[in-house]
């Protein structure tokens, strides 16, 4: 019967436990505890269903969908840059190395003024959950009281995160009215950026983690880098930087070093049990088995390497290696705060990969075999995948796993989604769900079983 004080949920739910295989839950009974944890699952055809619902209504703690209405696992964003919420859709007219000096580090700037950062970062909390965002790794700024701000606002508003307080300190790539004065002090800062993060959220199991930010190579001096790396092997705070993101950035950190990103990170010991590598798109066979072998992953963003990488990411060759791999949407540099568009990126740049980009070349010869994915692939990146990147466990339906959920209605006003019942089985109604769902199909929002979003209807 489960436990006293659990709750419970009914209706149809999809999930994708491995990676391209569609687990539908007809029907279903998720039990879920005082932790926020799902606690058993009851299928229909089991004797004690009837009992379980009634009783569970009876006493309030029953929350039953309607027939238009599907649980999914609530999403992963592995990538996000806090600070440009406000750049969101503009800007992407210049290659990286122009973007950051003429747009975003200028902007990134402005979060001295506190006010400007909780203004700023409240909306976009709220717009992530409302999307369905339940777990966020956010890179915020060099500024210790806007990066904590963010942190707080994640804690207050119930949202799964990782907040980053950037780290960049190399003069020559960093502008004068954005950087750290030296490593030394970006260094301390990180270190009481970690702590103060700890102590208001509760730990390091804690809803919302500190992770350790340094932007990436080209904006960080070897001393940073090094003082980085010895802060995370002293406080076991997970990494998250950008990798091998565009021919610039990959050429920038051959030259200074005669080596990859990959093997640059590791040697300065952040290459390390799931961190984060930002689109890593020019990653070489032995920069993947690195990645693997360190158990780190990678964030691939499909919408924002159009703008930036010039190149599709070796998406399926990293999964037939076992890298893990989840989704980012890199807000500003992708245009959507929505992972579901992440999936369909993502879709779309591994066909191109598979099919080719130039039609005066026979098809053969056009493109990289093997390399498109399904939509249950996709569906996992954005979940489960996510959630093994980052060692934790959300992203599927299962007894022990943290109860993160989304409620998405098909028949939601504005709704792009329909429905045809003589035409469309579950499968079907899935892959709809992923292809064509928008922020007007996400009715509710659950974070470690507590309701954190709700639409106005």
């Known amino acids: 019967m489960g436990k006293v004080n659990d709750k419970w949920i009914c209706g149809t739910a999809f999930h994708t436990p491995q990676r391209g295989v569609l687990e539908v839950l007809d029907e279903v009974l998720i039990a879920v505890?005082?932790?926020?944890?799902?606690?058993?699952?009851?299928?229909?055809?089991?004797?004690?269903?009837?009992?379980?619902?009634?009783?569970?209504?009876?006493?309030g703690r029953l929350t039953e969908l309607a027939d238009s209405q599907f649980l999914l696992p609530g999403l992963v964003d592995l990538h996000i840059h806090a600070p440009q919420w406000p750049q969101l859709g503009k800007a992407l007219d210049v290659p990286l190395e122009v973007w950051l000096q003429k747009y975003t580090f200028p902007l990134e700037a402005k979060y001295a003024d506190i006010d400007f950062a909780r203004e700023v970062y409240g909306d976009l909390v709220d717009a992530l959950l409302a999307n369905g965002t339940t777990t966020a790794v956010y890179f915020a700024t060099i500024h210790m009281e806007a990066s904590l701000a963010l942190a707080e606002i994640c804690q207050q508003k119930g949202q799964r995160a990782f907040v980053g307080k950037v780290a960049m300190d190399d003069p020559d790539q960093c502008p004068e009215i954005y950087r750290d004065s030296d490593a030394a002090t970006a260094v301390s800062e990180m270190r009481a950026f970690i702590q103060r993060v700890r102590e208001f959220s509760g730990g390091a199991n804690a809803l919302v983690q500190p992770i350790i930010t340094?932007?990436?190579?080209?904006?960080?001096?070897?001393?940073?880098?090094?003082?980085?790396?010895?802060?995370?092997?002293?406080?076991?705070c997970l990494v998250q930087t950008h990798c091998s993101e565009s021919d610039w950035e990959r050429d920038f950190v051959e030259a200074r070093f005669g080596k990859t990103d990959t093997e640059?990170?590791?040697?300065?010991?952040?290459?390390r049990?799931?961190?984060?590598?930002?689109?890593?798109?020019?990653?070489?066979?032995?920069?993947?088995?690195?990645?693997?072998?360190?158990?780190?992953?990678?964030?691939?963003?499909?919408?924002?390497?159009?703008?930036?990488?010039?190149?599709?990411?070796?998406?399926?060759?990293?999964?037939?290696?076992?890298?893990?791999?989840?989704?980012?949407?890199?807000?500003?540099?992708?245009?959507?705060?929505?992972?579901?568009d992440g999936c369909r990126h993502a879709l779309s740049a591994a066909r191109a990969r598979e099919g080719g980009v130039d039609p005066s070349l026979a098809a053969a010869e056009r493109g990289v075999a093997n390399?498109?994915?399904?939509?249950?692939?996709?569906?996992?990146l954005a979940t489960a995948g996510g959630g093994e990147a980052l060692g934790l466990p959300i992203g599927k339906f299962e007894p022990g796993y943290k109860f993160d959920a989304i409620l998405i209605d098909l028949d939601a006003p504005g709704s792009?989604?329909?429905?045809?019942?003589?035409?469309?089985?579950?499968?079907?109604?899935?892959?709809?769900?992923?292809?064509?769902?928008?922020r007007a199909n996400v009715m509710r929002t659950w974070v470690n079983g507590k309701l954190v979003y709700a639409a106005q209807v």
Request: aromatic share 6%; hydrophobic share 45%.
């Open 33 to 59: 505890d005082e932790t926020g944890s799902i606690s058993q699952i009851v299928r229909n055809n089991e004797p004690r269903f009837g009992e379980i619902k009634a009783a569970a209504d009876r006493e």
């Open 214 to 236: 340094p932007r990436f190579i080209p904006s960080c001096t070897d001393a940073l880098l090094q003082g980085l790396g010895e802060l995370a092997a002293e406080t076991g």
């Open 264 to 271: 640059v990170l590791r040697g300065f010991g952040l290459l």
């Open 273 to 340: 049990q799931s961190t984060v590598l930002a689109h890593s798109n020019f990653v070489s066979d032995e920069d993947l088995s690195l990645i693997g072998k360190a158990g780190a992953a990678i964030a691939h963003c499909p919408l924002s390497n159009v703008y930036f990488a010039r190149a599709v990411f070796p998406l399926r060759a990293a999964l037939d290696r076992n890298v893990h791999v989840g989704l980012g949407s890199d807000v500003s540099g992708g245009h959507s705060p929505s992972i579901l």
């Open 371 to 380: 390399s498109a994915i399904g939509v249950a692939d996709a569906f996992w």
């Open 416 to 438: 792009n989604l329909r429905h045809w019942p003589t035409l469309d089985g579950l499968d079907d109604v899935f892959q709809k769900i992923v292809l064509n769902a928008n």
